[in-house]
């Protein structure tokens, strides 16, 4: 079944606590995003990754790292996460060569008090 | 630089009625563009996307879209709708089969009995 998995799907933290966002995906999609969902707003990259340690800055990576040492896997970790960043996030992949055949992950409600 | 506007919020119609969501994009090409679903409490699921070629496209659950160079515009359409059709509708556009999605800010559509 091709899917893209996010974990957790809620979770609740504390400001200046460090938090990691989970995403894996079965279909050896090259490519990988993350991005996050607010009212008014759309969605916004936040990280993109091309392959295996190959990742880009999206428009609004401040505050966010990823990492990447699976092509299956893809982490969006905020060090000592802030209220502002109280969002959902999303993640997709798309194989290299269509990468605009975007698969999203069902998202994390993240909380930030 | 490329954007998507989407400038109706929130969107109201009977059941039974015709659907018009409005997207507008900025580009000096003619870009890629999409319409996505989303469905309360799940990602996002592509309903259709253009090309080129012909400005009528047609999506899943028979939406339909219809690009418009000379007005820059993507407009999502459907002859009559469905209480099961109440979701999130985003419009994005792409550079090119090789870019990042951008997305609109999304219209909420509500389908009343």
């Known amino acids: 079944d091709m899917k893209v998995t996010q974990m957790p799907r809620y979770l609740i933290k504390r400001m200046g606590e460090n938090v990691l966002l989970e995403c894996g995906q079965d279909?050896?999609?090259?490519?990988m995003y993350w991005y996050r969902q607010d009212p008014g707003l759309g969605l916004q990259l936040i990280y993109i990754s091309y392959d295996v340690d190959s990742n880009s800055e999206g428009d609004i990576p401040k505050g966010y790292r990823v990492s990447r040492k699976k092509r299956e896997h893809f982490s969006l970790i905020l060090d000592s996460a802030k209220t502002n960043q109280t969002s959902v996030y999303f993640c997709?992949?798309?194989?290299?060569?269509?990468?605009?055949?975007?698969?999203f992950g069902s998202g994390t409600r993240l909380l930030v008090i | 630089a490329q954007s998507v506007t989407q400038p109706d919020a929130r969107v109201t119609v009977s059941e039974g009625a015709s659907l018009q969501l409005r997207c507008k994009y900025s580009y000096s090409a003619t870009p890629y563009l999409f319409w996505y679903v989303q469905y309360p409490r799940q990602g996002l699921q592509l309903l259709l996307k253009y090309y080129s070629g012909d400005p009528v496209v047609q999506g899943v659950n028979s939406f339909e879209a219809e690009f418009s160079k000379s007005n820059s515009s993507f407009h999502l359409q459907k002859a009559s709708v469905h209480w099961s059709d109440s979701a999130v509708y985003f419009c994005a556009l792409s550079l090119s089969n090789y870019n990042v999605l951008y997305f609109g800010s999304g219209t909420k559509l509500t389908v009343e009995p």
């Open positions: 279909m050896s999609h090259e490519t």
């Open positions: 997709a992949s798309s194989p290299r060569d269509r990468n605009s055949d975007y698969t």
